[in-house]
């Protein structure tokens, strides 16, 4: 069974740090990734990351401030927070999956999220 189990979140003022860890179970993923869900609005997508960690993407709106990371051997992977900002506010939710045909991703699973909130 697979399990996907976010923890890390929190409280911060602006410009502060988090890190936010999800620790996956049950097989693995060549693709991990973090989505976030702010309130009233639709889940969009925030950064990804392939097997080796070679290959990161970003959404625009965190790009040069958040960081994902992964270690395979603890099957688990990390996004870093710098710089949050009161639009960083929502529920991060950790998302598993793999590439498929026409260089998409397939996201198979996901966590139950855990919320972040940036105090101005």
């Known amino acids: 069974q697979v399990q996907l189990v976010e923890s890390g979140g929190g409280l911060v003022q602006a410009g502060g740090s988090l890190r936010l860890s999800c620790a996956a179970s049950g097989r693995t993923f060549s693709r991990m990734g973090w989505f976030r869900q702010a309130p009233g609005k639709e889940r969009e997508f925030a950064a990804a990351?392939?097997?080796?960690?070679?290959?990161?993407i970003y959404a625009d709106s965190v790009k040069g401030r958040f960081t994902i990371s992964r270690d395979n051997a603890k099957n688990t992977v990390y996004l870093q927070m710098n710089a949050l900002k009161p639009e960083d506010t929502a529920d991060y939710y950790c998302?598993?999956?793999?590439?498929?045909?026409?260089?998409?991703?397939?996201?198979?699973?996901w966590g139950q999220g855990t919320q972040v909130t940036v105090s101005s």
């Open positions: 998302a598993a999956g793999n590439m498929v045909v026409g260089g998409t991703i397939s996201w198979s699973y």
């Open positions: 990351i392939s097997w080796s960690g070679g290959s990161t």
